[in-house]
């Protein structure tokens, strides 16, 4: 199974694509998607849409993982994240890639044990999931390594 992991942002969409055979993992591509602040909100997310549309159609996954928006304290950033995340949806529905949706916390408990471990907890277990001594250098795609590695473990 090829699980597409998403984090997702206005600024940087961080994505990976992680197959998982029900024995192994193996990180077959990652990276992110970012977008300029000085360009309008809109043409921000028309270019994750499209930016997605074309992973899709290169990548093919046979599903999404995506973080699930549960609460922010920055009230400045909670609604961009979220109207993100609905051209991001918009993409995989358009696609009929099945979507599931976990919180940061449920990550955390699923990948370390702990629903409260920092980056550096979770960047440990998904080094040690994946059998691999280095990760992608951006959190957000790191982040939805995690992401996707979750959904394996709650098949």
Do not use: W
């Amino acid at each position: 199974m090829k699980i597409l992991g998403i984090d997702p942002g206005m600024a940087i969409v961080g994505y990976s694509l992680v197959e998982y055979d029900g024995f192994s993992y193996k990180l077959l591509t990652s990276g992110s998607i970012q977008t300029s602040k000085d360009e309008s909100e809109s043409k921000r997310l028309l270019e994750i849409f499209e930016d997605m549309n074309e992973l899709l159609t290169a990548l093919k996954p046979d599903v999404a993982s995506i973080e699930k928006l549960f609460f922010c304290r920055n009230q400045t950033t909670v609604m961009p994240v979220a109207h993100a995340r609905g051209v991001i949806l918009a993409a995989l529905e358009k696609f009929g890639i099945p979507i599931y949706e976990y919180t940061p916390k449920v990550v955390k408990q699923v990948l370390t044990g702990f629903g409260h471990a920092d980056k550096k907890q979770v960047e440990q277990m998904v080094k040690l999931t994946l059998e691999v001594d280095t990760l992608p250098k951006l959190d957000d795609t790191v982040d939805s390594i995690a992401i996707a590695i979750c959904h394996t473990r709650n098949l």
